[in-house]
């Protein structure tokens, strides 16, 4: 990090995090990193487009302590500077989508109720869905009985009195 400037950005934008950053197996307290940071963000605050020596030393040396502490030992051996900063930066893109709303998911249409289970062929005669409800299948059942049973129509053709007694034999009860 040669520029003031990117250092400082990445800084402010760890800031927060080292803030929120709470592991069991630390061996420093997170106060010193919160320090430590605020000590770093006033250094780097000047007007200056380069580090100095001494600060760019302190700032490598502030987020490789970090990354020690932050990362299990087996998640690289031996990283470099650029890893560290590679590692900080990628844990960072990970910890701000934390914060930002879940996808919606597109909403099914929910069927309150048990299926019906009745053959295909019936729900097609009753002009329903073969994964209709058992309660939308009761409601079209009795107006389809209403409909054409014999006793309520007695001028029915014999074709109808025919698909009328299929529909019965195709009726799972």
Known sequence: ????????????????????????????????????IDALLLAVAGPSRRLTPDLRLRVEGFLGRLHREWFPPTWRQDPTYDDVVADLRWWMDVAERWNEPAPKRPRRRLRRGTLAEQPEKLCRMLGLAPDCTAAEFAIAWRAFLKRNHPDLNPDQTREERQWFATAMALRRR
């Open 1 to 36: 990090m040669q520029q003031t400037q990117t250092t400082r950005a990445f800084l402010r934008r760890l800031r927060p995090w080292v803030g929120k950053a709470i592991h069991a197996r630390w061996v420093t307290r997170r106060s010193f990193y919160q320090s430590e």
